[in-house]
């Protein structure tokens, strides 16, 4: 129990080191324009990359888990990437942070509006040019069309931006993190996963398809299985398995097609599909513990 009393506190140290001056940065972005917020947008990222090793720094000494990783190779530091990947905890953010980290452009994912204003974490994500979204329920669409379609406007936005800087950016494909309630609650077909959700794929490539150079599907293993963010941070995760590959992406997705229901969507999500059935495999072939 005395890990956890250790770690916490340095992880929020480690914020408060990086965040300060990422947050002094994004107050630069926001009385510039034209050259200097290019600046800005170019170089705050180094901060954020920082913030990342610190955090793996903290893991390192204080905690024994083994990392196997494979399949992050071949990226480049100036790319945009688009990552998809399972939800299954909040040691996802830490993972993936990890393991991109130095290889590919510093990793952003979709936020939360209201989460914006959470002390330092959510004006330290928009210093950084992390996308945030306003997601309406079908019900409040229904009673309100006028902002159907703001979703994707709000991507659009986000993505010119990257068009011009070089970008990782995750997108949780199944929504939501795993439980065995939401499993059940969906009755997914699937053994380990959630069924995915296509939408939020969609409105990226839609928006940056023709920038990327690649799409990569991640697929993260905890041993155990059920393992949470208190089980990590008081060691009882004694390992992390991290695959990844590229997709081969079809240019019919990359065009606004995918987004709207119609034979490109369906192909689309039939394609999402298989993907997600491959990664169940892939999950349901690895044993829990090795030796």
């Known amino acids: 129990?005395?890990?956890?009393?250790?770690?916490?506190?340095?992880?929020?140290?480690?914020?408060?080191?990086?965040?300060?001056?990422?947050?002094?940065?994004?107050?630069?972005?926001?009385?510039?324009?034209?050259?200097?917020?290019?600046?800005?947008?170019?170089?705050?990222?180094?901060?954020?990359?920082?913030?990342?090793?610190?955090?793996?720094?903290i893991f390192?000494?204080?905690?024994?888990?083994?990392?196997?990783?494979?399949?992050?190779?071949?990226?480049r530091r100036d790319g945009r990437y688009l990552i998809i990947s399972n939800h299954v905890n909040w040691i996802d953010i830490f993972a993936l942070f990890r393991v991109f980290r130095g290889k590919a452009p510093l990793i952003r994912?979709?936020?939360?509006?209201?989460?914006?204003?959470?002390?330092?974490?959510?004006?330290a994500a928009w210093a950084l040019s992390f996308p945030f979204m306003r997601r309406y329920s079908q019900d409040y669409l229904?009673?309100?069309?006028?902002?159907?379609?703001?979703?994707?406007?709000?991507?659009?936005k986000a993505c010119r931006l990257y068009r011009h800087i070089p970008v990782s950016i995750i997108n949780f494909v199944e929504g939501t993190r795993i439980t065995r309630e939401k499993h059940d609650e969906q009755q997914?077909?699937?053994?380990?996963?959630?069924?995915?959700?296509v939408g939020g794929i969609a409105f990226v490539l839609a928006s940056l398809g023709e920038q990327l150079d690649a799409m990569i599907d991640v697929t993260l293993i905890y041993e155990p299985r059920d393992a949470t963010m208190w089980d990590f941070v008081t060691n009882r995760v004694p390992r992390i398995i991290v695959r990844?590959?590229?997709?081969?992406?079809?240019?019919?997705?990359?065009?606004?097609?995918?987004?709207?229901?119609?034979?490109?969507?369906e192909r689309f999500k039939s394609w999402i599909e298989q993907v997600w059935r491959e990664k169940d495999q892939l999950i349901d072939s690895l044993p829990e513990s090795q030796p």
Not at 188 to 197: E, F, G, I, M, T
């Open 244 to 265: 990844a590959r590229r997709l081969d992406l079809s240019p019919e997705f990359c065009t606004g097609d995918a987004v709207e229901p119609g034979p490109a969507r």
């Open 109 to 123: 994912f979709f936020i939360k509006q209201v989460l914006i204003w959470f002390p330092i974490a959510g004006q």
């Open 1 to 57: 129990m005395l890990r956890p009393l250790a770690i916490i506190p340095l992880l929020i140290l480690n914020l408060l080191l990086w965040g300060t001056p990422v947050l002094l940065g994004g107050l630069v972005k926001l009385l510039t324009f034209g050259g200097p917020r290019r600046w800005v947008n170019r170089n705050l990222p180094w901060l954020g990359e920082q913030w990342a090793r610190g955090n793996d720094l």
């Open 142 to 156: 229904a009673q309100h069309p006028e902002k159907r379609g703001r979703d994707l406007e709000s991507t659009r």
């Open 60 to 75: 390192d000494a204080l905690l024994t888990t083994r990392w196997d990783v494979a399949g992050i190779d071949g990226l």
């Open 188 to 197: 997914s077909p699937y053994k380990h996963l959630l069924r995915p959700r």
